[in-house]
């Protein structure tokens, strides 16, 4: 099994700034992808940013160019530095690791538990 730990969530003005971040440990053999999902209230759930093992990574259209997703391959651990923050990125901001906890077995999808960010305007 793969547990997260996710942390940096809060209150921040319009335009402020805000680093999220999730830790993956347990028995881990490799990890796919990690990334960076959202739910606002009465909200589906939507991803926010990934990043893949080669490095390559994606956005929404609607952080593009204020969000940016890092992985430190070293602690096996994703941030998401959020600036220029908006009220509509209000959210429950959640972890998403894909990975596997052995070379046979098949690639496995782990969450978080949630972090919550509030922007205010």
């Known amino acids: 099994q793969v547990q997260l730990v996710e942390s940096g969530g809060g209150l921040v003005q319009a335009g402020g700034s805000l680093t999220l971040s999730c830790a993956a440990s347990?028995?881990?053999?490799?990890?796919?992808?990690m990334a960076w999902y959202r739910q606002a209230p009465g909200r589906q759930r939507e991803l926010v940013a990934f990043?893949?093992?080669?490095?390559?990574?994606g956005y929404a259209d609607s952080v593009k160019g204020r969000f940016s997703i890092s992985r430190d391959n070293g602690k096996d651990t994703v941030h998401l530095q959020m600036n220029s923050l908006k009220p509509e990125d209000t959210a429950v901001y959640y972890c998403?690791?894909?990975?596997?906890?052995?070379?046979?077995?098949?690639?496995?999808?782990?969450w978080g538990q949630g972090t919550q960010v509030t922007v205010s305007s």
């Open positions: 990043v893949l093992s080669s490095g390559y990574t």
């Open positions: 998403k690791v894909e990975a596997k906890d052995n070379y046979n077995g098949p690639i496995g999808s782990y």
């Open positions: 347990g028995s881990i053999f490799s990890i796919h992808s």
